[in-house]
Structure formats: structure tokens, C-alpha cells
């Protein structure tokens, strides 16, 4: 049987989900021991899956040397092992992820999003269905550094702030309806987002850097520092928000 490229990304995400869920239960690990172990042993299970399905792709990954060959290709898995590395050590947390996305021919075409401890993988087809939003609206930011542009969406909006984990998860939380935004500055990288980032463009979402501007993929450069995942109709108004005016 041939696989897809969506059926490819979800074995290797699943892949590290077994292995990150078996390692969280044994309990022999906690903290950053065990988000460090995790890394290491979910690297190992994507690169194993990648390179059974599509042996000649390039892999570009959070936990590997950077591949230069990626720069040529016309394929590149960008992969984050363990998003939440802190949140996966934390017992009892949910809020991180696993990561696998394709680049081919300028974009992201095809990724999973695995949530291992809730055993769910989001993938690009089919896409999630994007729940309706009732209520006020609310912006996913980070636990600890909560940016200045989140604060004034909120201001703008009337909106309630949810600190969550991971990037990642904060990206599908509002593919899955938790939330109806996220704002970030302040830094990621590629990896950070690119899975979560298809599955929001899969599912309807907006997705841009804060200034309106594409986020790329693949580039040189691997940072990647800000970005907006949000509902088509929240669109103006945030990025009204966080663009200054001249």
C-alpha cells in the first residue's frame, strides 16, 4: 500500500507519542530528566518512521544537526519531537505535542499534530472542523511571558487571556475551539509551528507573523520570532491591534 503524505506524518507522530507516553508512565524520570530523555527517544522514533516511509526525504529537526541539503530539496520534514519539553516533565500536564509537518514545492502540504496525553492526532486531511465560538473571545498565551501584544488584543477585544503550554498546543487549541487566538512575539523556530501552523490553515484559520506578513517555511534562517493563529473573522481587529500605525 502507498502512503500518503498526511498517513506518513501521522505514523511518525504517532510513533513518538508511544514512545513519549510509555516513557512519561513508567515514573522512573520527572522534570527536565525526563523531558530531556523524551527529546531524545521521540528524535529516534521519527527518524526511524521517516525513514522507513520516505527514505530519500531531508528531516529538519529541533533535537538533529541542520541538514543544509534542505535548502535544495524539494522535501523536508520539518519535525519538533517533544514541544513542551517543561510541560511533558510536569506530571499530570496535557498541553504539549509532537510535531510533523512536510514542506514540498515552497509550503507546508501535509502534517500531524499528535496530543499524547489525550490521545488525539490532528492531521491536515481531514482537517479539523473548527468548532462555532460563543462567548467572549479568548487568546491563547504562554504561562510565563505573556506578550505585550496579547494584552492589548485583549484590551481591544474585550478578550480573556488562557495561559497554555507548548507553542504547538497553543496553535491547535484554537483549531480545536479552546480558544479562538493566539498571539505570540518574542521567539520560536521553525519547528515550533510548522505542523501546528498547516493544521490551522487546514482547519480555516488565519495564520501570519504580526505584521499581516506570511510566515515561511524552510528558510535559511530557522528563527521564526512571532506569529498570529486565528479565526477568519477575529482577523482585522487583532492584527489591528498589534501593527502599529504610522
Not at 33 to 51: F, H, P, T
Not at 75 to 94: A, K
Not at 179 to 196: I, L
Request: hydrophobic content about 45%.
Amino acid at each position: 500500500m502507498t502512503l500518503s503524505d498526511v498517513q506518513v506524518a501521522a505514523r511518525a507522530a504517532r510513533a513518538a507519542a508511544d514512545v513519549l507516553v510509555t516513557l512519561r508512565a513508567q515514573g522512573t524520570l520527572t522534570g527536565r530528566a525526563l523531558g530531556d530523555a523524551g527529546d531524545a527517544a521521540a528524535q529516534v522514533a521519527i527518524l526511524a518512521s521517516l525513514r522507513a516511509d520516505r527514505p530519500g526525504d531531508i528531516v529538519f529537526s529541533e533535537e538533529a544537526v541542520d541538514d543544509p541539503r534542505r535548502l535544495q530539496a524539494d522535501r523536508v520534514w520539518i519535525v519538533d519531537p517533544l514541544d513542551g519539553t517543561r510541560e511533558y516533565g510536569e506530571p499530570g500536564r496535557h498541553d504539549w505535542a509532537v510535531h510533523v509537518a512536510l514542506w514540498s514545492g515552497g509550503d507546508l502540504t501535509a502534517a500531524a499534530v499528535a496530543l499524547p496525553a489525550l490521545g488525539e492526532v490532528l492531521l491536515t486531511d481531514p482537517a479539523p472542523e473548527l468548532p462555532a465560538s460563543a462567548g467572549p473571545v479568548r487568546v491563547a498565551v504562554s504561562r510565563s511571558r505573556p506578550p505585550a501584544e496579547a494584552a492589548a488584543v485583549a484590551e481591544v477585544l474585550g478578550a480573556e487571556l488562557v495561559p497554555l503550554g507548548s507553542a504547538g498546543y497553543k496553535t491547535v487549541a484554537v483549531a480545536r475551539g479552546e480558544v479562538d487566538a493566539y498571539v505570540h512575539s518574542g521567539g520560536q523556530y521553525q519547528w515550533d509551528s510548522a505542523a501546528p501552523v498547516a493544521i490551522a490553515r487546514a482547519a480555516g484559520l488565519i495564520t501570519c507573523r504580526l505584521d499581516g506578513s506570511p510566515l515561511v517555511y524552510n528558510d535559511p534562517d530557522p528563527w521564526l520570532p512571532d506569529l498570529v493563529v486565528c479565526r477568519p473573522e477575529l482577523a482585522d481587529r487583532i492584527l489591528g491591534a498589534v501593527v502599529p500605525t504610522s
